[in-house]
């Protein structure tokens, strides 16, 4: 990585976890994490995690992959800078990292997850119910 501030316009091998992961496709196998609605692919928080909810150890532990992501959302938003976007602030999505979110998830964390995002200082913002 080098010295200090990250720009806009490094090459995009050297942002590191700074963009979150481009679905690879948009079949059935898409997720989205109930923390932080990123929507990536099964195979993709298997193998990385969620690049926003570290704490939550998808990569090292495949249960958390099924109970911390959902297959049931709606509509897909890509955020290229969530800082900058009223949309992302909007969807409360404005401090994480650019990526692919979902408008809403309908399911709550497991409140065991719920627990661990207390325990790591991590707001977690439950689904409105309708
Ligand atoms: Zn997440």
């Given at each position: 990585m080098g010295s200090g501030k990250r720009s806009d316009y490094l090459p995009e091998d050297e942002r590191g976890a700074s963009f979150a992961q481009i679905p690879t496709?948009?079949?059935?196998?898409l997720r989205a994490c109930l923390r932080c609605r990123l929507v990536k692919t099964y195979d993709q928080f298997r193998e990385s995690g969620?690049?926003?909810?570290?704490f939550l150890d998808m990569e090292k532990e495949?249960?958390?992959v099924v109970n911390c992501t959902t297959p049931n959302f709606n509509g897909i938003i890509?955020?290229?800078d969530p800082a900058r976007s009223w949309a992302a602030r909007w969807l409360r999505i404005g401090k994480f990292i650019p990526g692919c979110y979902t408008l809403a998830v309908s399911e709550e964390l497991p409140e065991e997850y719920q627990n661990i995002c207390a325990d790591n200082n991590v707001l977690y913002v439950p689904p409105k119910r309708t």
């Amino acid at each position: 990585m080098g010295s200090g501030k990250r720009s806009d316009y490094l090459p995009e091998d050297e942002r590191g976890a700074s963009f979150a992961q481009i679905p690879t496709s948009f079949g059935h196998e898409l997720r989205a994490c109930l923390r932080c609605r990123l929507v990536k692919t099964y195979d993709q928080f298997r193998e990385s995690g969620c690049e926003n909810c570290p704490f939550l150890d998808m990569e090292k532990e495949h249960d958390n992959v099924v109970n911390c992501t959902t297959p049931n959302f709606n509509g897909i938003i890509s955020v290229m800078d969530p800082a900058r976007s009223w949309a992302a602030r909007w969807l409360r999505i404005g401090k994480f990292i650019p990526g692919c979110y979902t408008l809403a998830v309908s399911e709550e964390l497991p409140e065991e997850y719920q627990n661990i995002c207390a325990d790591n200082n991590v707001l977690y913002v439950p689904p409105k119910r309708t």
